[in-house]
Each structure stands twice: as C-alpha cells, then as structure tokens.
C-alpha cells in the first residue's frame, strides 16, 4: 500500500528537494532564532507580532478581555514554544533536500497551467501584498529607512514575493 508523504507526492516519487532545502533552511532561522532569542529576535519577533494585532484588540470579544501586564513575556514563551518543532525539523528538513537534490531529484514537474482570469488575480495579489509591506508604516519601508543591508534584503524579498507570484501563475 503507497502513502502520501507531506510534499504531496506519492510515495515512488521523488520529493522536490529545492522546496526541501529552502524550507529546511527557513524552518531552521526561525526556530533556532525563536528558541535562542538569538540577538533579541523573540522579543522583536513577539513585540512585532503584539503590535501587529493591535487593532483586533478594539473590537468586542477581546476588547472586553483585560490585558495583564506581562503580556508579551507570556507571548514569548508561547513563541519560544511554537519555535521548538521548527529547529528540531528545520535541520532535518535541510538534509533531506540536500540529499534529494544530489540524487537528482531538484523539483517536480510543473501542474496544470491556470486560465489568464485566475493568473492575473494571482499576480494581482501578489502585487498587492508587497504594496502594504511598502505603504508608509510598512515592514518594508521602515527597513528601506534603516538602509545597508536591510534595504537590499526588502528589494529582494519584494522582488522575489512579485517573481513568486508571476512564475507561479504563468509559468516559467
């Protein structure tokens, strides 16, 4: 009997290491950077979080809730928990996809092609979401502030977030 394995492949098939690798990697960031609070990035990545949902806070069943004063400390502990599982699978993950790719098997084989109506949605939205990363009190315009390397690392990401959206819809 063949079982599906996470990718979604069946299980003769070859799972797509460059998604492995990529994956592993970024699971591997996260995790350590939320387990270690390497350089402060729990409490950055908490704060960030707390501030970001700020506005949910106003509206009724939360807005009646009181908010304790250790808040945040509560919120990173919660953090440093969910990072747990991603530093203990990210390395994994890397190897697994390391592996992969010097067997061969780089990534699977493109899908069906999406109708011109649903691509264009799809490059829209992607279009979209770098537009508020970039709007005046965005993630993006405040590294871009920042300068040096925080700067070159938002002009990629949206570079990268835009060709995401554009080679997924129509193609390479």
């Known amino acids: 009997m063949k079982t599906?394995?996470?990718?979604?492949?069946?299980?003769?098939?070859?799972?797509?290491?460059?998604?492995?690798?990529?994956?592993?990697?970024?699971?591997?960031?996260?995790?350590?950077?939320?387990?270690?609070?390497?350089?402060?990035?729990?409490?950055?990545?908490?704060?960030?979080?707390?501030?970001?949902?700020?506005?949910?806070?106003?509206?009724?069943?939360?807005k009646w809730i009181r908010q304790r004063p250790d808040e945040l400390a509560r919120r990173a502990r919660l953090n440093?928990?969910?990072g747990i599982p991603f530093a203990v699978a990210g390395p994994i993950v890397t190897v697994v996809g390391v592996v992969q790719i010097l067997r061969g098997h780089f990534s699977v084989p493109r899908g069906p092609e999406l109708p011109l109506p649903f691509a264009l949605a799809f490059i829209a939205v992607s279009v979209l979401g770098m537009a508020q990363c970039w709007r005046p009190?965005?993630?993006?315009?405040?590294?871009?502030?920042?300068?040096?390397?925080?700067?070159?690392?938002?002009?990629?990401?949206?570079?990268?977030?835009?060709?995401?959206?554009v080679f997924t819809a129509l193609g390479p």
């Open 137 to 165: 009190r965005g993630y993006f315009r405040q590294a871009a502030r920042q300068g040096s390397w925080k700067r070159t690392a938002a002009i990629i990401a949206s570079a990268g977030a835009v060709s995401f959206g």
């Open 80 to 82: 440093r928990l969910i």
């Open 4 to 62: 599906m394995v996470a990718s979604g492949t069946a299980a003769h098939e070859a799972a797509p290491g460059l998604f492995l690798l990529v994956w592993g990697l970024f699971a591997s960031v996260i995790g350590l950077g939320l387990v270690t609070n390497f350089r402060g990035f729990l409490d950055g990545f908490t704060r960030d979080a707390y501030e970001s949902s700020a506005w949910l806070r106003r509206i009724p069943p939360w």
